[in-house]
């Protein structure tokens, strides 16, 4: 019995630990522009890819996306953790 109770307890600490260290998170990951790039798109992207800018890696971030017809490159910007980026096309991309 206190072998189970001990494995709870071990698995709560490092769930808390987990998430108080997401807490100080400055910066939005790739993935979730991918995600909302995505989302946004009409028809069904095959392919995107999201990369973090040099000069602002926490805010900016460029990214192409390949459909069944196109290759199109979008700019993301985002102004805070949490909150959705401004996506704006940028160029499109001949085959």
Known sequence: M???RRC?????????AGAVAGCGTASTSPDRVEV????QLR?????????RSDDRPNQRYTCRVETSADRLRYVATCPAPGQPCVIRRTADVAR
Request: proline share 4%; hydrophobic share 45%; glycine share 12%.
């Open 43 to 51: 028809g069904d992207p095959q392919f995107v890819e999201c990369d």
């Open 8 to 16: 709870a307890l071990v698995v709560s600490a490092f769930s808390a």
């Open 36 to 39: 909302q790039l995505e989302s």
């Open 2 to 4: 206190g072998g189970v």
